[in-house]
């Protein structure tokens, strides 16, 4: 994934933020990025990009289609 701000959070905060988004907690998974980026602090709207980049990498791949 290839993220600015995804690139500036540590190991254990980006495995929070997943758990938090996996858990369906939006807003604490955002307030996790703002908490564990290096500086500068993140802006809301660079957290809902990041959030909705996360959701999708997290969902399950459709790439077992039966059809």
Do not use: F, Y
């Amino acid at each position: 994934m290839e993220n600015s701000l995804w690139d500036r959070i540590s190991a254990e905060g980006k495995a929070e933020v997943d758990r938090l988004v996996a858990a369906g907690h939006c807003v604490q998974a955002i307030k996790r990025m703002r908490d564990c980026a290096e500086s500068p602090t993140p802006g809301i709207h660079e957290c809902v990009d990041l959030l909705n980049e996360r959701i999708v990498a997290a969902r399950p791949s459709d790439s077992g289609d039966t059809r």
